[in-house]
Nanobody, 122 residues
Framework: QVQLVESGGGLVQPGGSLRLSCAASGSIFSIYAMGWYRQAPGKQRELVASMRSSSIPDYEDSVQGRFTLSKDNTKNTVYLQMNSLKPEDTAVYYC????????????????WGQGTQVTVSS
């Protein structure tokens, strides 16, 4: 069973940047699509960005132009660069892999990381 481990979260001021990493224990990202989700207190988990195995990224409107997905298949790691962070970006961010695209939208698979907290506050 492939394990996913997120890192890179923390406290940042509005307008700041963070880079999240999702490291897999196997070569899952070169085979399967993946997605980053977030869950804020009292809210449902929501998709933030996703990437096909071909490395084509997709972004939700709320983060388009501010967040960038990339991956390094040699390191089995996916990165989420988050710029111009806003207080509403505060959430626990989760990495997911093995999902499918339906109608151009990523739907999560059964592999989740443990999550990493991102807090945007002055």
């Amino acid at each position: 069973q492939v394990q996913l481990v997120e890192s890179g979260g923390g406290l940042v001021q509005p307008g700041g940047s963070l880079r999240l990493s999702c490291a897999a224990s196997g070569s899952i990202f070169s085979i399967y699509a993946m997605g980053w989700y977030r869950q804020a207190p009292g809210k449902q988990r929501e998709l933030v960005a996703s990437m096909r195995s071909s490395s084509i990224p997709d972004y939700e409107d709320s983060v388009q132009g501010r967040f960038t997905l990339s991956k390094d298949n040699t390191k089995n790691t996916v990165y989420l660069q988050m710029n111009s962070l806003k207080p509403e970006d505060t959430a626990v961010y989760y990495c997911n892999a093995g999902g499918v695209y339906i109608g151009g939208r990523y739907y999560y698979g059964d592999r989740w990381g443990q999550g990493t907290q991102v807090t945007v506050s002055s």
